[in-house]
């Protein structure tokens, strides 16, 4: 797994925040974690979301899903409409149902309004300390600080322990009760969440130090499980199996994780050479990747590609082993073929721009502009396309477009008095009154009004 650029399967390097978690003991914690980007994962999530936030009356384009790279069993909800689910978690689930659980659970507390209801459960300075630590800290993953988190962990804040476990007991029975419904609505069965609350309820012998964090900011009670058994006892969708592409999705997202995420050798004792399936070829091609074993990869995922032809991940993971073994030029085709499929994909129309600006050939550089241009148009907080789209730009001595992307760049990493200047220089040179020229006026006043 690459840690040096946002796009592909990769942790931000510097990418930190802090996770607030509420202790059995009273006392909130913070400790750092780092988000993985992966256009396919997170295009998984939103699958088996969306029929959820239906249910719920939400929009789903308004929730914004993180995956978070750690090991241990979580999930969470945190600065409004903001889904964050564990590594752990996704790999440890048996099936997609049980994920599919825990989003209807997680759906639940959004709906619910939860989180504006615990913050007026705490005294002020304790509300505004949670808050400021999960914004602080997304903020630090916007711009690649994480001297910016550090910056805002406050000292443990002492809360009413019984009356704060009380209230988050009653908010888990009604997220269990939202999820219910919401899962009902879908068709979907609730067997997932039983089985997960039943795992659950397997650590709550264990020591607080020893338990998943999901048990510790997630109260179990007996209650629940019994609320969920019945409810699947009386759901008619109970032993309704689950769409295969569904069943699919979840095995190649469990592969392709474990892939990046384990040591290759364990990767390639768990999927087995005489294993035919697609994820577990799926893994091995990851795991020959990792080991920097190009030609055992690609004769993998040119076997896959054979039989999925329209299959955009696989030409992306194609692109990806080309790229990082140097071999700029070959990985063009593929990920401009998973980019013709996905046309809406910017993680993956940034590597291509990246392959193309370093490509020899300079006929490329418009291509690049293009695809850098888009991929903005879709996600435009990742500072690595601005940086790109500045090079780009450059190729073509295009200096006022140069100086708004850097300021694009900046505002985005930080770095505020950087921003002013670049977006000073832009407003010089760009068209007074154009769309471009409004662009750096607000970048200046924004970088402005941070500083003070």
């Avoid at 006392?27 to 999530?45: G, H, K, P």
């Avoid at 920097?292 to 690609?298: E, G, M, N, P, T």
Wanted: glycine share 6%.
């Amino acid at each position: 797994m690459k840690r040096i650029q946002v796009p592909k399967f990769v942790a931000y390097s510097a990418a930190v925040f802090c996770f607030v978690l509420i202790t059995l003991s009273g006392q909130t914690s913070a400790r750092a974690i780092s988000l993985i980007r992966d256009t396919e994962i997170e295009n998984t999530i939103r699958v088996f979301s969306a029929p959820l936030f239906d249910a719920a009356g939400l929009e789903a384009a308004d929730i914004q899903i993180h995956i978070v790279n750690d090991s241990a069993l979580n999930a969470f909800v945190a600065g409004g409409q903001r889904l964050f689910i564990n590594t752990g978690l996704l790999m440890r689930a048996e099936h997609a149902g049980q994920v599919i659980g825990v989003i209807a659970h997680e759906t639940g507390h959004i709906s619910g309004g939860h989180l504006v209801r615990l913050q007026e459960s705490l005294n002020g300075s304790t509300a505004k300390s949670i808050l400021t630590l999960v914004l602080g800290g997304l903020a630090a993953v916007a711009t690649g600080q994480p001297e910016a988190a550090g910056a805002v962990i406050a000292g443990g804040a002492s809360v009413q322990q019984r009356s704060l476990l009380s209230y988050t007991r009653s908010m888990e029975q009604a997220a269990d009760q939202a999820a219910a419904s919401f899962l009902e609505e879908a068709g979907y069965s609730g067997r997932g969440l039983m089985e997960f609350l039943g795992t659950l309820s397997g650590q709550e012998l264990l020591s607080v130090e020893s338990q998943d964090p999901y048990l510790r900011s997630h109260p179990l009670t007996r209650d629940r499980i019994e609320f969920m058994r019945s409810h699947v006892a009386a759901s008619q969708y109970s032993d309704e199996p689950y769409p295969d592409n569904v069943l699919r999705a979840h095995d190649r997202m469990r592969a392709k994780l474990k892939g990046f995420i384990n040591p290759p050798s364990r990767t390639l004792r768990e999927y087995k050479a005489d294993d035919p399936s697609f994820s577990a070829r799926y893994a091995r091609a990851i795991a020959y990747k990792e080991m920097h074993q190009i030609d055992k990869s690609l004769a993998i995922i040119d076997a896959l590609i054979a039989g999925a032809p329209n299959d955009p991940f696989l030409y992306e993971l194609k692109g990806d082993v080309l790229q990082d073994a140097g071999r700029v030029a070959e990985s063009i085709p593929p990920y401009s073929k998973a980019v013709e499929i996905l046309p809406w994909a910017a993680l993956i129309r940034i590597n291509l721009a990246q392959s193309q600006l370093e490509a020899k050939d300079l006929a490329l550089g418009d291509l690049a502009l293009d695809n850098l241009q888009q991929a903005v148009r879709y996600e435009p907080e990742i500072p690595l396309a601005w940086r790109l789209l500045a090079t780009a730009y450059a190729r073509k001595d295009d200096q006022p477009n140069v100086m708004l992307a850097l300021a694009e760049e900046a505002i985005l990493t930080g770095k505020q008095s950087e921003a002013r200047q670049r977006s000073k220089r832009a407003m010089d040179r760009l068209p007074k009154g154009s769309a471009s020229w409004f662009r750096a006026q607000d970048i200046h006043n924004a970088a402005k009004k941070k500083k003070e």
